[in-house]
């Protein structure tokens, strides 16, 4: 009879674990297959993973009340029925952080409860204890759905297929920088030039090359518009996750014949490993690297978001999230895998040299978190990612004010891309190599700063803003440069490297040459709205009239031409660099200051970051 108790104990905890643990945390790695191509995990890790949290696990907790059962079996009941309330309590956890704007302590009176129900069910009726052992299935199914799950498949098993090269005479150095959330809109004035006060740095490239200004996007999906960008083609493919598999004919394919490639960012997979350099500093993938993150992940699951707000975010690449340093007050930022850093290795790695290097980075700026001023400072603030009110998505349900204070944000981070544009252009020319490289900046996606409106999610209301991102492309030995209003999409990046380079593609592709005069795409052109499942494809018109309307917005809200306007925000901005004897009549020392968080001006180094 003890040995049956033990048995059931063991089913009861390895189920509830299944339930509570394992279940929401595979989940989001299943809706997020990148998390497994960024870290390049084999499918061993990824058994290992599940093995430790499904199996393991469990068995450890079960292991050390078996210890217990020979000296204290009424402690080890205890210790077990508290074991359970807890992981009944967690699964409550992930159900209570659903609720938009649920106040801490009254999520945590909710599962509070929830577990004295359970206790007092657990050991006062029999119904409550056969409910648990017959979740025990559990142990087995959570797994077995997660390892059959195709994207999850998809991700972890190499490709083996052989990549199409072709040979080719004019080998120039290629660099080529995709920023991340990054609206065309942000960058103009309101005569549709690059804000050359603003945005110094890339108004002097977009003097040597060729602009074009009619550039949109094909997804708002990172996942998704990178590849299509690299691959020429529209991004149709049910379930595609970023590799070779479903994008076998790309940029890094076609180039790795005669070229040496330097690839920073998530898209590794799509470059052959014969022929691609990796970040250096990002170390290989390992169990225990990967458990780390996967249990910060968990601790973002399960805990409120007041708490949260203190743990590293889960943004971007996926890789070293439980490295990352949470920076808080006079900790802030020296993490050596922030992205300004990456942004700095990634300018070391361009070397002169031969000809036949491409350099390829996929920067998480000027995404969420925002956290950088144009000069590189970093400050303090929240973090308002997955941030829902009302059940609603960010922007949905939410007043001006709050949307321009992080549009505010957004454009001040913009300033810093611009800062780091003018280090990679400084750093071509350092090593005498700017005038023979082919430069290509983009972005994968824009973003909307509309009340009322999603920030990703398109509506004709925000097309412009989302699906219009800026497209430099500057050829060797280009001095001047071309505003082109061709109707471009970032499909179109492939073909028309492949044209400057004098290239015939061996395969076909959806985008078609930038300069090839005979485009016939006219003004129609495609989006593409999906997730893993589900595609949708949206026909884009013409939207400069809707970016115009977006443009004067924001020029009325920040002005142009003029760093003050990005900090005179509010009623109050024309106080901003205002002398207060003007204010007050000349009695300066009457004047008196408050401010809620002076401590923060305590111990302030300038020279710091």
Known sequence: MLAVTHWRRAFDVGGLTALALAYPLLEVLSRSPEFFVARNTTVVQVFSLVSVICFLLPTFWFAVQLVWAGTRP??????????????????????????????????????????????????????????????????????????????????????TEQVQTVEFDEVPPIVFVVFDELPLISLLDENLAIDTVRYPSLAALAKHSYWF?????????????????????????????????????????????????TVFGRFLQLCPPSSCVHDQAMPEESLGRLLADASLISAHILLPEPVTRHLPTITGDWVGLARARAWRGREIGEAAEGRAAEFERFLEAIEPGADGRLYFLHSLLPHMPFEYVPSGHRYL?????????????????????????????????????????????????????????????????????????????????????????????????????????????????????????????????DGQSLFDRENQRGEVKWFVQRNLENVAVETLGDIRSLSQASLERKVSTFGTRSRRGLYALGRSGELLGMDVSAVVGGRRNEVQITSSNVRFFDDVVRAGP
């Open 381 to 509: 603030a929240a973090d308002y990612q997955g941030r829902q009110v009302e059940g609603k998505r960010l922007f949905e349900a939410t007043d001006r004010a709050f949307v321009d204070v992080l549009y505010q944000r957004h454009l001040l981070q913009v300033g810093f891309v611009d800062r780091l544009v003018g280090r990679l252009v400084e750093r071509l020319r350092s090593q005498g190599m700017y005038d023979d490289t082919l430069v290509v900046v983009t972005s994968d996606h824009g973003a909307s700063y509309q009340p009322g409106l999603p920030r990703r999610m398109l509506t004709e209301q925000n097309a412009a803003d989302i699906a219009l991102v800026p497209l430099l492309i500057k050829l060797p030995g280009q001095q001047i440069g071309v505003v082109s209003e061709s109707n471009a999409q970032t499909i179109d990046i492939l073909p028309t490297l492949a044209d400057a380079l004098s290239i015939e593609l061996p395969f076909g592709i």
């Open 74 to 159: 009424r402690a080890t009941t205890v210790a077990h029925t508290g074991l359970l309330t807890l992981l009944v309590m967690a699964m409550g956890m992930t159900w209570v952080n659903r609720v938009d704007y649920l106040q801490i302590w009254v999520g945590a009176a909710v599962v509070l409860v929830l577990g004295l129900l359970f206790v007092v069910g657990y050991r006062r009726t029999s119904a409550v204890p056969l409910f648990v052992t017959a979740l025990s299935p559990a142990i087995l199914v959570v797994p077995l759905w997660f390892s059959l799950n195709d994207a999850v498949r998809d991700a972890v098993i190499p490709t």
């Open 213 to 261: 200004r009619n550039t949109t996007t094909v997804s708002s999906e990172t996942m998704w518009a990178v590849p299509a960008m690299v691959a020429g083609q529209y991004p149709f493919e049910q379930g595609a996750v970023p590799t070779r598999r479903y994008y076998p004919n790309n940029l890094f394919t076609v180039l790795s014949g005669q070229y040496e490639m």
